[in-house]
T-cell receptor, first 114, second 112 residues
Framework: ETGVTQTPRHLVMGMTNKKSLKCEQH?????MYWYKQSAKKPLELMFV???????ENNSVPSRFSPECPNSSHLFLHLHTLQPEDSALYLC?????????????FGPGTRLTVL | SQKIEQNSEALNIQEGKTATLTCNYT??????LQWYRQDPGRGPVFLLL?????KEKRKERLKVTFDTTLKQSLFHITASQPADSATYLC???????????FGDGTTLTVKP
């Protein structure tokens, strides 16, 4: 295991539901990331947090709302999603967000929006 | 913006042969380039990092090259095994922007 855990591993939700994805890292890292991975497409960076501060929002729709209460935990709050938001959502952490540090990924949450 | 192309979506080779995966990029040359392995249902796992001033990096049966003139990185797995079957991703790191840009991966299948 990489030291990064994600829950739930699978999630099915309707377009009117509100749900949250959780990520926790046990590596003592200061930076955490949310990525979206759709079939046949590259990993898309969504958000970056460094020392609990958001440093990157890659033009993500407001129906995705991140929260980072401390350096070890990261949430992604979901509401009024669309079917095209169905994807694997991956959390990662690294020592810092300078981009040069190796990122450690969690196993992902497979999200299906009906 | 940076564009990354990884060779053919799928690569099939026979056990024992060398697998060669390609990562081509446009625009600026990144300061670093990383290769990751991703198995089905799991997140990517870091394998190797190579810097722009390094021509080659090795780790056990893995070898990565970085040619900033060709704007290309090659990833080799020698003496391939069925357990090497996975999707391999390259990621370019621009230290100025502090961002990683990933390719869409090449799925390698090693047949016994």
């Amino acid at each position: 295991e990489t030291g990064v855990t994600q829950t739930p591993r699978h999630l099915v939700m309707g377009m009117t539901n509100k749900k949250s994805l959780k990520c926790e890292q046990h590596l003592g890292h200061n930076a955490m990331y949310w990525y979206k991975q759709s079939a046949k497409k590259p990993l898309e960076l969504m958000f970056v947090y460094n020392f609990k501060e958001q440093t990157e929002n890659n033009s993500v729709p407001s129906r995705f709302s991140p929260e980072c209460p401390n350096s070890s935990h990261l949430f992604l709050h979901l509401h009024t999603l669309q079917p095209e938001d169905s994807a694997l959502y991956l959390c990662a952490s690294s020592h810092t967000s300078g981009g040069t540090d190796t990122q450690y990924f969690g196993p992902g949450t497979r999200l299906t929006v009906l | 913006s940076q564009k990354i192309e990884q060779n053919s979506e799928a690569l099939n080779i026979q056990e024992g042969k060398t697998a060669t995966l390609t990562c081509n990029y446009t625009n600026y040359s990144p300061a670093y380039l990383q290769w990751y392995r991703q198995d089905p249902g799991r997140g990517p796992v870091f394998l190797l990092l190579i810097r722009e001033n390094e021509k080659e990096k090795r780790k056990e049966r893995l070898k990565v090259t970085f040619d900033t003139t060709l704007k290309q990185s090659l990833f080799h797995i020698t003496a391939s095994q069925p357990a090497d079957s996975a999707t391999y991703l390259c990621a370019l790191i621009n230290t100025n922007a502090g961002k990683s840009t990933f390719g869409d991966g090449t799925t390698l299948t090693v047949k016994p």
